[in-house]
């Protein structure tokens, strides 16, 4: 990520590791995840040993595509590496993500997969769809995210959760 010229954060269990307080999208993220993260020099040693997810950050979006692409490349199946925000790329263990939460979850929850919804606007949540019985891509959502999702609904800013749960959840009614 540092060599194709994208900040780089680590999180462990427990922590939110950074180079510069001052980087772009730091005090954005901290507002949301209500914490503030630790300034380290570097990421050597036990950083990684100890990281569950490494985020590349770029608000240079061809940077940070040119990035996601040759983060598979290297690592492939490895790791699972998408876009959690158009300037963000995450990597973390390949079963670490939102397809995965869904297998979990069914499997704790004795839940068949096809009787999950999921819905999803980025890249990410994309992960989701194929483990899910219907995938919903919310109207706000590009048109990679849209194009695989069985249903699309409206825009965040419309009330599409609302709406998708109305028309594609409670409208097919009880298995």
């Given at each position: ?7 780089a954060w ?9 180079r ?17 993260p630790?300034?380290?020099?570097d ?9 569950v ?20 490349k ?14 963000y ?7 670490a ?10 499997k704790?929850?004795?839940?068949p ?5 999921t819905?999803g ?37 419309h ?15 009880a298995?």
């Amino acid at each position: 990520m540092l060599k194709q010229g994208l900040d780089a954060w680590v999180y462990t269990e427990t922590e939110w590791m950074i180079r510069d307080k001052n980087a772009p999208r730091v005090a954005r993220e901290a507002s949301t995840v209500r914490f503030d993260p630790r300034v380290v020099a570097d990421f050597t040693g036990v950083h990684l040993s100890r990281a569950v997810k490494i985020v590349g950050v770029s608000d240079d979006l061809d940077r940070r595509v040119a990035c996601e692409q040759a983060t598979r490349k290297a690592l492939g199946e490895s790791v699972s590496a998408a876009r959690s925000q158009p300037y963000y790329l995450d990597v973390t263990h390949p079963r670490a993500n939102k397809g995965g939460v869904v297998t979990t979850l069914s499997k704790h929850l004795n839940i068949p997969p096809e009787q999950i919804a999921t819905m999803g606007d980025m890249p990410n949540d994309v992960l989701m769809f194929p483990p899910s019985g219907v995938s919903i891509a919310m109207g706000n959502a590009s048109e990679e995210v849209k194009a695989q999702a069985s249903a699309v609904t409206d825009s965040n800013e419309h009330e599409g959760f609302a709406k998708a749960v109305r028309h594609f959840i409670l409208a097919r009614g009880a298995p």
